[in-house]
């Protein structure tokens, strides 16, 4: 069986791994380099891009992620999509991108946390619409030429990816929908 590590710094870790149990894979909470070694994919959640960020440096994980991401996939919800790209909109920020990703993301990019909403949203790479619960939300304000757009809200990019690294705006672990992650499964 494939393991699928979540990056357990902060944020809906637990969500992730209920959603990934709910299909049967294991998942683990993934704290230290040495989690990493056993993985076939890893998630990094929704949170708050700020502490991921900093617990990563404190960690030393980013130059073991950045390995992992060369030959694994990486998914990205949310904050982990900011933590996946390669700029971020502004420089009044500590954040610090992984660079797995030619994408440059704008942070609660849909408003603050009352701003906060639930819809559907067309994935094409699915064939279906998803429903989508996006909260305090970065987009996507530019893509490289080797990224793939994969869900457009409002003529916002929420969704994309390049090669094994998958990256959405939304949380996919909260809703019942596993659509997102089987995509995602997929690249194992």
Not at 101 to 111: E, K, L, P, S, Y
Not at 124 to 139: E, Y
Request: aromatic share 6%; charged share 20%.
């Amino acid at each position: 069986m494939k393991t699928v590590g979540v990056l357990a710094l902060q944020g809906d870790v637990a969500e992730h791994l209920a959603q990934l149990q709910q299909r049967d894979i294991q998942g683990v909470a993934v704290r230290t380099r040495a989690d990493l070694a056993s993985l076939a994919a890893l998630i990094i959640p929704g949170g708050e891009s700020t502490a991921i960020s900093h617990l990563m440096q404190t960690g030393g994980l980013y130059d073991p992620i950045r390995e992992f991401a060369r030959h694994h996939p990486v998914l990205g919800t949310c904050a982990g999509l900011i933590m996946c790209g390669r700029r971020i909109e502004g420089v009044h920020h500590p954040v610090i991108p992984l660079d797995l990703i030619d994408i440059q993301v704008t942070r609660n990019g849909f408003g603050r946390q009352v701003d906060s909403f639930e819809t559907t949203l067309f994935i094409a790479a699915l064939g279906k619409s998803v429903p989508a619960v996006f909260i305090r939300a970065p987009f996507i304000e530019t893509v490289g030429d080797n990224v793939t757009i994969l869900a457009r809200y409002e003529n916002k990019i929420v969704m994309a990816e390049q090669g094994n690294i998958l990256v959405c705006s939304f949380h996919p672990e909260l809703t019942e929908d596993t659509s997102v992650l089987e995509y995602f499964l997929n690249k194992i």
